[in-house]
C-alpha cells in the first residue's frame, strides 16, 4: 500500500510503514509543511496514496467523502508522542490485509478502530 505520513507525524511512521513492506513518504519530504488541508489532500489523490494523520480536520466525512480517497486513517489519540503514534501503526499494520482502506476512513483510537465508508 502507498501511503502519506502527515506532518504531524514523527518521521518514525514512514519508516516503520517501509520497514513492513509498504511505500510511504512524507508531507515533508514534498515541502507540504504548512500547507493547507487541500494541498495535502490532492497530493495524496494525484499520487493515490492513503493519508495517514493525527489532524481530526480529516475525519469530517462532508469534507472529506471517503469515496473519494485512496483511504484517510485519523490518529485519535490521548498520547501524540512517538511511542503511542508508533505503537497504533503496529497494531494497524495486520489490519491492513483484512479490512478495505481504499475509500474509507479509519479513526484509529488507542482500544478500537472504527471504519467509515
Not at 493515490?48 to 483511504?71: K, M, W
Not at 485519535?76 to 475509500?103: C, T, W, Y
Amino acid at each position: 500500500m502507498d501511503f502519506k505520513i502527515d506532518e504531524n507525524l514523527p518521521v518514525e511512521a514512514k519508516e516503520l510503514l517501509r520497514e513492513a513492506g509498504h511505500d510511504a513518504a512524507s508531507a515533508r519530504d514534498q515541502q507540504l509543511e504548512g500547507k493547507p488541508d487541500s494541498d495535502i489532500v490532492s497530493a495524496c489523490q494525484r499520487e493515490n496514496r492513503i493519508l495517514v494523520t493525527l489532524d481530526t480536520d480529516f475525519a469530517d466525512i462532508r469534507a472529506y467523502p471517503p469515496s473519494r480517497h485512496a483511504g484517510i486513517i485519523v490518529l485519535r489519540l490521548k498520547h501524540q508522542d512517538m511511542p503511542s503514534v508508533l505503537n497504533i501503526l503496529r497494531r494497524l499494520l495486520p489490519m491492513f490485509l483484512a479490512e478495505p482502506v481504499k475509500g474509507h476512513l479509519w479513526i484509529a483510537e488507542k482500544r478500537r478502530v472504527r471504519i467509515r465508508d
